[in-house]
């Protein structure tokens, strides 16, 4: 992805895309992350190949934000003795990009990892604080969050009157089954014509969203 990578995000990136490892360290995240950028826009790259669907514009602010942000995330799973105000303090840091498809999708390339990490957080301590910051953010990043079950007020304003990110959202909706994530009228429209009669392929899903048709 990129000529050796010297910054610890920009490895962290690096392995995360290529062999879909995590690599951390017990330190905090030096401040010096500017070729972490380069790897980020390969990655948006290459998801644009991979998806095939007309995505937003790439916002490098928003998407460096989110590495940071699951960068500490994966260090506090993996490091069990980083205190809660480390935690909570690295999670409430706000975007610096406005809500929109483009932060939405730039947000994504990384934070799209969030459902398996939450999982393996979740297993080795479901009573940890920082699971309910995982929670958290994944209320507020739906469209990278589908799989988390038990969210309560899910917004897809941000989002969803996009038209490839509202595919990527529904397609995402089926695959981890997540019937959860039903109920926005475009999407269940998109996926009631998805389905159509083949109703078996998520026999789930396609009764929640035929349920009064």
Request: hydrophobic share 45%.
């Amino acid at each position: 992805m990129t000529t050796n990578p010297a910054s610890e995000l920009a490895l962290f990136l690096k392995g995360l895309a290529e062999e879909g490892r995590a690599v951390v360290s017990s330190q905090p995240l030096a401040d010096d992350v500017g070729d972490a950028l380069s790897v980020l826009c390969r990655m948006d790259a290459i998801a644009r190949d991979e998806f095939v669907l007309v995505l937003p514009t790439f916002t490098p602010a928003a998407a460096l934000w989110a590495a940071r942000l699951f960068y500490n995330l994966c260090q506090f799973t993996v490091c069990r003795d980083i205190g809660e105000e480390r935690v909570v303090a690295a999670c409430r840091v706000s975007c610096p990009s406005p809500r929109g498809p483009e932060t939405d999708w730039s947000v994504d390339l990384v934070l799209r990892h969030l459902p398996q990490l939450f999982q393996l957080a979740r297993h080795l301590s479901n009573a940890d604080p920082l699971v309910d910051q995982m929670k958290q953010i994944a209320v507020t990043w739906p469209l990278s969050s589908v799989g988390i079950a038990q969210l309560e007020n899910v917004q897809v304003d941000s989002f969803i009157s996009h038209s490839g990110l509202c595919r990527l959202y529904a397609d995402r909706i089926v695959l981890e089954g997540d019937t959860s994530r039903l109920g926005n009228t475009r999407v269940d429209e998109m996926l009631r014509g998805d389905f159509g009669v083949h109703r078996d392929l998520a026999p789930t899903l396609a009764a929640k969203l035929f349920a009064t048709t």
